[in-house]
């Protein structure tokens, strides 16, 4: 897809930003913006059906992408679809259930199970995600730019393995432990999968991509080089630098990451992504130049009243200081109990207070 047949883009503070250029004030979206939290989105997903058929359809993914752009004056939009999407197109059969979360009707368990995976062929196997991003780029007309996104190998691996969500990741840490061989080969197929798929996601018109790596900060020190970060430096150094002569910024989330920013920043991504646990004014400070920090609000103080949420964002936005290089956002995903009009409270919050950082 040709950069071309898209709408010149009216709102680039969210891409001066990851590239640490000036901005008249600090960009801002949300990690899971689309989703349960909004009345509109529960009737869409009423109309569609069950979750993966409002991914696979084209029209209504790109309505639910398109709903908090109406609500908030966001600076990017972030393609409605899901990290387990690779994982169902490996044939692992993803399917939610009410109140659980996703699930798979054949998890990845026995070296058998690992050999028999294929890198996935985005354009063969989950075509339906690359035609929504360019639907989603058409509906855009030029806003804002639009974010692809996959999950990281570990966060995938965990999900393979357990066939479900999981508290304490007994099977995965144990393949991880005790089978170091098997649990690399599933990493590297992971790997050369997000890889493939995020290209496909960029070709087809994401401006940007983004890792989630949910559960790198449930692993050990050492663990977390060899069996999370390691693989998405590859991922980083797989990515297509530039689309149309415009560089493609990443942007890397390790949720509990805080300790290892400077690792992360060594693999070549743009930008990273802060949990709240993190200092952002110490983040900034460890990582210097080298990357521009996404974050880092706690999504649980959407919670509190409007007062105390615009307090949060004040002090996010005076910890970061002066200067381009921070893109607002929470620090993980907003939950579904959460009022829309706090979100709104703390958009509102960032876009009166952040002007004066950016003199
Ligand atoms: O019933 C429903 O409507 C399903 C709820 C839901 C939604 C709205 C799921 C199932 N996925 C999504 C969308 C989604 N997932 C987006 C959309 C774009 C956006 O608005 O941001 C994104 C980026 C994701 C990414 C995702 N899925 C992650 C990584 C980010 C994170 O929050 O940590 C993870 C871990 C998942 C797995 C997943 N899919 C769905 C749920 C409920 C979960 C989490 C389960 C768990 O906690 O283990």
């Given amino acids: 897809m040709s950069e071309s047949q898209f709408a010149p883009l009216k709102n680039d503070r969210f891409l001066h930003a990851l590239q640490r250029q000036p901005v008249d004030r600090t960009p801002m979206w949300m990690m899971r913006q689309a989703g349960r939290y909004l009345p509109e989105y529960r009737a869409t997903r009423e109309k569609a059906g069950s979750f993966m058929d409002l991914c696979r359809n084209t029209e209504l993914a790109c309505e639910v992408t398109m709903q908090p752009l109406e609500r908030f004056p966001l600076d990017a939009a972030i393609l409605f679809s899901d990290i387990l999407t690779i994982p169902d197109a490996m044939g692992l059969g993803l399917y939610f259930v009410q109140g659980e979360g996703p699930k798979f009707k054949k998890p990845v368990r026995t070296s058998a199970d690992i050999a028999a995976l294929e890198v996935v062929n985005t354009a063969r196997d989950l075509s339906y995600v690359t035609d929504a991003v ?7 007309n030029g806003r804002v730019p639009l974010i692809g996104f996959s999950g990281s190998p570990w966060t995938l691996a965990t999900y393979m393995i357990e066939g479900a969500s999981s508290r304490d990741f007994a099977r995965a840490k144990e393949m991880l432990y005790n089978r170091p061989e098997d ?3 599933l990493l590297s197929v992971l790997a050369d999968s ?7 996601q960029i070709r087809a018109g994401a401006q940007v991509v983004q890792i989630f790596d949910t559960w790198g900060g449930a692993l050990g020190h050492s663990a977390y080089r060899e069996f999370s970060l390691q693989y998405m430096e590859r991922i980083v150094q797989g990515l297509i630098k530039e689309h149309d002569g415009r560089p493609v910024p990443v942007i890397l989330f390790t949720k509990g ?4 920013l400077e690792a992360m920043a060594d693999t070549g991504a743009t930008a990273l992504g802060l949990d709240w646990t993190t200092d952002i004014a110490q983040a900034r400070a460890r990582v210097g130049d080298k ?3 996404q974050g880092n609000l706690d999504p649980a103080i959407l919670l509190a009243s409007p007062e105390r949420i615009r307090q ?3 002090t996010c936005l005076a910890a970061f200081g002066q200067g381009s290089g921070h893109i607002f956002n929470l620090g993980h995903g907003v939950t579904p109990q959460v009022d829309p009009a706090h979100a709104g409270a703390m958009f509102e919050a960032v876009a ?3 002007p004066q950082y950016h003199p």
């Fill in 134 to 140: 360019t639907a989603i780029r058409h509906e855009l």
């Fill in 183 to 185: 649990m690399h080969q």
């Fill in 194 to 200: 997000v890889i493939d798929y995020l290209n496909a």
């Fill in 257 to 260: 990451g805080g300790q290892w």
């Fill in 291 to 293: 990357v521009a920090l």
């Fill in 312 to 314: 949060e964002v004040a």
């Fill in 352 to 354: 009166e207070l952040s």
